[in-house]
């Protein structure tokens, strides 16, 4: 069993649909991240959160919006998406950021439908 | 910034069979992993190897820092070997955040 866990593993939404991810770890890590990854692409980094405050967004637009309520929980708020968002949305941990030994632990992701 | 190339980019075995995968990438790192994503998507990080040699069961990897490749050795290869091999690079900035490589899908036949 994987120690990241993602909530929905599957949702399709509309375009007008407020929804949320979820990730949830207990490993004690400290850094968090949002990856993105489209078909036969490698993942893409959106979003990482050290020590529950946001560190990287990689110009990703607001339809996108993270949070980070505490040092285990970590949420993607998704509002008026695009077909084009259709993805695999990958969280990951580490125990830290910025450092050369940071080993990222995934979880098994939620994939991402549009209509 | 740093880019990473692995090659092959696909890659078909019967099974029990050997192989070697490569990842180049541009510039000094102090960070390199080598993940499997497996067909429903999850990834799995096999090595943690910035330089040297790592070995678990069948698979090994060794990374020659100084020379910018590593490679991921997999023996006597098995039906659940098959998926996406990635690795990925710390970018050496002020983050050093992990940057993928293109990826080697690998299928291993029965």
């Known amino acids: 069993d994987t120690e990241v866990t993602q909530t929905p593993k599957h949702l399709v939404m509309g375009m007008t649909n407020k929804k949320s991810l979820k990730c949830e770890q207990h490993m004690g890590h400290r850094a968090m991240y949002w990856y993105k990854q489209k078909a036969k692409k490698p993942p893409e980094l959106m979003f990482v959160?050290?020590?529950?405050?946001?560190?990287i967004n990689e110009s990703v637009p607001s339809r996108f919006s993270p949070e980070c309520p505490n040092s285990s929980l970590l949420n993607l708020h998704l509002h008026a998406l695009q077909p084009e968002d259709s993805a695999l949305y990958l969280c990951?941990?580490?125990?830290?950021f910025g450092s050369g030994a940071n080993v990222l632990t995934f979880g098994a992701g939620s994939r991402l439908t549009v209509l | 910034g740093i880019q990473v190339e692995q090659s092959p980019p696909d890659l078909i075995l019967q099974e029990g069979a050997n192989s070697t995968l490569r990842c180049n990438f541009s510039d000094s790192v102090n960070n390199l992993q080598w993940f499997h994503q497996n067909p429903w998507g999850q990834l799995i990080n096999l090595f943690y190897i910035p330089s040297g040699t790592k070995q678990n069961g069948r698979l090994s990897a060794t990374t020659v820092a100084t020379e910018r490749y590593s490679l991921l050795y997999i023996s006597s290869s098995q039906t659940t070997d098959s998926g996406v091999y990635f690795c990925a690079v710390g970018d050496g900035g002020a983050t050093n955040k992990l940057i993928f490589g293109t990826g080697t899908l690998l299928a291993v036949q029965p």
């Open positions: 959160y050290s020590y529950e405050k946001l560190s």
């Open positions: 990951a941990s580490s125990h830290i």
